[in-house]
């Protein structure tokens, strides 16, 4: 690190297009400018939230390949570097490689492949062996991670600057949650959610953030619309990196849960003050002018962001009861079944249109413990999580997702039949791609052992402590 940067310094540099060559350069530019000497083994971890026919679903949900590109011949050329390894894990249940494959990161790998100058991998986090890693934090005690995160010499982080359903941003920090196979990223993604994500620093405390901000996804974080702010940011402070990515989107730090319970936890900086800013733009002034490229702050900024608003904006019969989730109390829960909630419609939407939303069934969601009775009018009544409870009445069924917490495809699963919309699940052509990625993950897997290795540590921990 040069000596007039210290660890909350954030170098940005405007860069308009995805143009390998200049992000390249620009990468190469900021590993300088901070000193970054990785040796050995890196881990390159992008964020892949979902990708999946991206002319329907779209292409923002997730790190450009072009960006994953660059960062990789960039590494590659420093003299330390060994090797380098990509790895990931999507959202709960859906196979990682299908992710990479809809969103060309196995092609864009031959094409790094081609120019690195030293061994370049890609492998899916959810499929191969892992270390277990002491955390002693809030929500884990420790925590299972890909072998070859917890065994890479130096870590850097390659985050999308979104907007986030229920965490206002993601970005560095939040990218954390990727890091977490199936098994363990349900555990207290609840209310718990922020402190969870905040516990994960200590295995996933990045050496060097590279963060896309070049297009910002607007909306749900699955299914974001894209706005242009022609930015690359670059550091090695993960919440340093958050802390500017929300300013640019027009949130103070506290306004972002997870940043805010960081910061109460003692993680620094505590606000944008506490940030050197260099490169392009140098001041808050420049931040704030730049920031300006992505208003209004309409309502594509906050889509999906609540579930009653966007039923509305489609004329939907459908109807949503959201309550506190434990009696004695009026906090509902921000973090839980309600984010599946809303990338589950939000998914619907994608794929039959806002159209077919007008003529749903009158069907009923309830989250969380509803006070008032529900009339259900003779339609179907979906409970959504182990808390949900209500006094429903004249319901023609009442169907209990009994999981903390229900997911996206749970729901997908369990009930995206049943509510009168075309469903991703009975498209023949994805059922095709979705068998053929679980078969080819599942024969991985046993190749890899990973089938063998969590049947062990079940029946050395789970089992015993059961017992």
């Given at each position: ?9 954030v170098f940005?540099?405007?860069c308009?297009e995805?143009?390998r060559?200049?992000m390249?350069q620009?990468?190469?530019e900021?590993m300088?400018?901070?000193?970054f000497?990785p ?7 992008p964020?892949?939230v979902?990708?999946y026919?991206t ?5 923002m949900?997730?790190?450009?390949p072009?960006v994953?590109g660059?960062s990789l011949?960039a ?7 060994k090797r380098?390894?990509v790895?990931e894990?999507?959202?709960v ?7 990479y494959q809809?969103?060309g990161?196995y092609?864009e790998?031959?094409l ?5 100058g030293?061994?370049?991998g890609?492998?899916c986090?959810d499929e ?7 955390i002693?934090?809030k929500?884990h005690d420790?925590?299972?991670v890909?072998r ?5 010499d130096a870590?850097?982080y390659?985050?999308k600057?979104?907007c ?11 990218l954390?949650?990727g890091?977490?196979?199936d ?6 993604h609840d209310f718990m ?7 994960l620093?200590s295995?996933g405390?990045p050496?060097f953030i590279i963060?896309d ?7 749900n974080e699955a299914?974001?619309t894209s706005?242009?702010?022609g930015?690359?940011i670059?550091?090695?402070?993960p919440?340093?990196v958050?802390?500017v ?9 506290r306004d972002?849960?997870?940043l805010k319970?960081a910061m109460d936890?003692?993680y620094?900086p505590?606000g944008?003050?506490g940030?050197v800013?260099d ?5 808050i002034a420049e ?9 209004p702050?309409d ?5 999906w962001?609540d579930?009653?608003?966007?039923l509305?904006?489609m ?5 949503f009861y959201?309550?506190?989730y434990?009696?004695s109390?009026?906090?509902?829960c921000?973090?839980?079944c ?5 990338m589950?419609l939000?998914a619907m939407?994608k794929f ?5 939303f007008?003529t749903?069934k009158p069907?009923?969601?309830v989250i ?5 009775p529900?009339d ?15 006094d429903?009445?004249n319901?023609?069924?009442i169907?209990?997702?009994d999981k ?7 729901m997908n699963l369990?009930?995206?039949h049943?509510?009168?919309i ?5 498209d023949?052509?994805f059922?095709?791609d979705l068998?053929?990625?679980l ?10 052992l ?8 079940f029946?050395?921990k ?6």
């Open positions: 690190m040069t000596p007039e940067f210290n660890q909350n310094t940005i540099k405007r308009e995805y143009d060559r200049q390249e620009i990468i190469a900021g300088v400018r901070f000193g000497h040796q050995g083994k890196v881990l390159v971890k964020n892949v979902f990708a026919q002319d329907r679903f779209g292409n949900a997730y790190t450009p072009a994953v660059a011949i590494l590659s050329k420093l003299s330390g570097v380098i390894d790895g894990n999507c959202a249940g859906f196979p990682t490689r299908l992710c809809s969103a990161y092609d790998i031959k790094a492949r081609n120019q690195a030293c061994p370049v890609i492998f986090m191969e062996l892992r270390d277990s890693v002491f002693g934090g929500v420790n925590l299972r890909a070859k995160m917890a065994r890479a870590k850097v390659l985050p600057l979104k986030h359903c229920v965490s206002k941003m993601t970005g560095a920090v939040k954390n949650i890091i977490c196979s098994d363990e990223r349900s555990i207290r959610l922020n402190e969870k994500i905040v516990d620093l295995v405390y050496d963060m901000a070049i297009d910002v996804g607007m909306g299914f974001p706005r242009k702010l930015l690359m670059m550091g090695t402070n919440l340093a958050d802390i990515g929300s300013r640019l989107l027009g949130l103070d730090a972002v849960p997870y319970a936890r003692g620094t505590i944008i003050d940030i800013l490169g392009d733009l140098k001041t931040i704030d002018e730049q920031a300006k490229r992505l208003m702050y309502d594509e900024f906050y889509r962001q579930v009653e608003k966007e509305k904006r004329n939907s019969p459908m109807r959201w309550g506190p434990r009696h109390q009026t906090d509902k921000l973090t839980g309600v984010m599946g909630l809303k589950f939000g939407e039959a249109g806002v159209p077919a007008a749903a069907v009923s969601f969380g413990r509803y006070a008032e529900i259900a009018k003779g339609q179907e009544v979906f409970l959504l999580g182990s808390c949900a409870k209500a429903v009445r319901a023609k069924k169907t209990h997702l903390c917490f229900t997911t996206a495809g749970d369990s009930i995206g049943k509510l009168g075309p469903a991703v699940t009975r023949p052509k059922l095709k068998i053929s990625a078969f080819k993950a599942s024969a991985r897997k046993i190749v890899s990973r089938y063998f290795q969590d049947i062990g540590h029946l050395t789970g089992l015993i402590r059961r017992i």
